[in-house]
């Protein structure tokens, strides 16, 4: 029997896992509507909050359905659903796939025929993110105590640490886009759609700042990332021929 990324037992893992999440947020909405009412807030002020909140949910959404199609072609459609839709990110799935892939010397660009290969891939993205469960509850209220305890002291001194906290994540990320330059033009490509997707994300910052269109900001992430995948798209097969 032949192994299939996309085969139906898998889709039934992870339709079963996608219900329960939509339930658990189901049971948060009522209690939390059934709490609203319960302090004094009004029924239609309750339906706007209900209403206003489900669209700034669309620009995450839009994140998720890319963060799938860009690993659907490795990984299949049912994994790459069931992490992104629970607690992965395209910024950690995508690393911790292409790593996995690379120890095993198998290239992304291809789907997974081998069971163990997918299993191997699967373990790697999902016990990866397991700290980021486990040691915020343990370690939040210290860190935080520790970075009042420096703004504190400082603020400029404060706001140079969070910044350059931001920037060494940030750092980390840019070496799996200056990866492969060396392998010629082809490497380069990634290093393109990272500087069109800032160039958007910057046009976008000048939009809201001159016509201050407050909306924008909730989706300026999505544009870029869907500017830079359609880049990417069209640059990639004259790149590489």
């Not at 759609?193 to 992430?221: D, H, P, Q, R």
Request: aromatic fraction near 10%; include cysteine; hydrophobic fraction near 55%.
């Amino acid at each position: 029997m032949n192994f299939n990324v996309n085969s139906s037992f898998l889709y039934i893992i992870a339709v079963c896992v996608i219900i329960f999440v939509l339930a658990q947020s189901v049971f948060f909405l009522v209690r939390a509507y059934r709490r609203g009412k319960e302090i004094g807030m009004s029924p239609a002020k309750l339906r706007k909050t209900i209403f206003s909140t489900s669209i700034f949910t669309i620009a995450p959404a839009i994140s998720i359905l890319l963060g799938v199609v860009t690993l659907s072609k490795f990984l299949g459609i049912p994994l790459p659903w069931i992490r992104m839709s629970v607690i992965g990110a395209l910024t950690y799935e995508l690393p911790a796939a292409e790593s996995a892939a690379s120890a095993l010397g198998v290239s992304m660009s291809e789907t997974i025929t081998d069971p163990a290969v997918y299993t191997t891939v699967a373990w790697v993205m999902t016990i990866g993110i397991i700290p980021s469960i486990i040691l915020p509850p343990i370690l939040m209220k210290k860190i935080k105590g520790g970075m009042l305890k420096v703004k504190s002291k400082d603020a400029k001194w404060g706001d140079i640490f969070m910044t350059s906290l931001f920037l060494g994540m940030i750092s980390a990320f840019l070496g799996v886009v200056f990866a492969h330059v060396r392998e010629g033009l082809a490497g380069f490509i990634p290093l393109f759609v990272l500087l069109v997707s800032a160039a958007i994300m910057g046009i976008c910052g000048l939009l809201i700042k001159k016509f201050n269109l407050k909306w924008l900001e909730t989706y300026a992430l999505s544009i870029s990332m869907v500017g830079a995948l359609v880049f990417a798209v069209l640059i990639t097969p004259v790149i590489v021929g």
